[in-house]
């Protein structure tokens, strides 16, 4: 697990991959100034609220979602961005006899209701 705040720059965009991966959404950099130095926090599409960031490490089309929650989360907000509706499918494979999921993505063809 990535933490939230770095003392340098080129460490906070290292650890914004890795947080990405791990919380499946947009990983925003921003810098605090103090007296005694600064910081640079790692904040999520939720937690930046207006505040100016240095860098966004944005979450690719083509990202294998493990949450369907996420995925769904995610194609409303490629549908807001691109103004086109985008859609979300799961990829299933079967193994030892079951059907597994073994990842959600996104699309742009509206999936089959049958």
């Known amino acids: 697990m990535a933490g939230n705040?770095?003392?340098s720059?080129?460490?906070?965009?290292?650890?914004?991959?890795?947080?990405?991966?791990?919380?499946?959404?947009d990983i925003f950099i921003c810098l605090c100034k103090y007296k005694s130095g600064q910081e640079f926090t790692l904040k999520t599409r939720y937690e930046i609220m207006g505040t100016n960031y240095l860098y966004m490490v944005a979450l690719p089309f083509r990202y294998h979602f493990e949450e369907k929650a996420n995925a769904i989360r995610e194609a409303d907000m490629f549908a807001s961005k691109r103004g086109r509706p985008v859609y979300y499918d799961k990829k299933t494979a079967i193994e030892s006899g079951y059907v597994v999921t073994k990842y959600y993505y996104l699309t742009y063809k509206e999936p089959c209701l049958a």
Request: charge should be negative; glycine fraction near 0%.
């Open 9 to 25: 720059y080129e460490l906070a965009r290292e650890k914004a991959n890795e947080r990405m991966k791990e919380l499946e959404t």
């Open 5 to 7: 705040v770095y003392s």
